[in-house]
């Protein structure tokens, strides 16, 4: 059987974060990115449930999940 614990606790769906033009802004994505671990989430479910990702281009989510992967993580 598979070790479920990885999937306990709080794993909230990412928005998308843009900059006043409509474009996908990195900073506020590494803000956000912060702000969750900043609050002790267990994990980030990128380009998922939220809804807009079916809306949003393949660059585009290819550039949220490039982000957020990248971001600094400073605890």
């Known amino acids: 059987m598979r070790d479920l614990a990885k999937y306990k606790g709080v794993i909230p769906a990412f ?12 900073e506020r994505v590494k803000e956000l990115v912060q702000y969750y671990i900043d609050k002790g989430v267990q994990g980030i479910y990128v ?20 982000t957020h992967l990248k971001s600094k993580v400073e605890k």
């Open 47 to 66: 380009n998922g449930s939220s809804g807009e990702c079916i809306y949003q281009s393949v660059e585009d989510r290819k550039q949220i999940i490039d």
């Open 15 to 26: 928005y998308a974060c843009y900059d006043d033009q409509g474009e996908v802004s990195q």
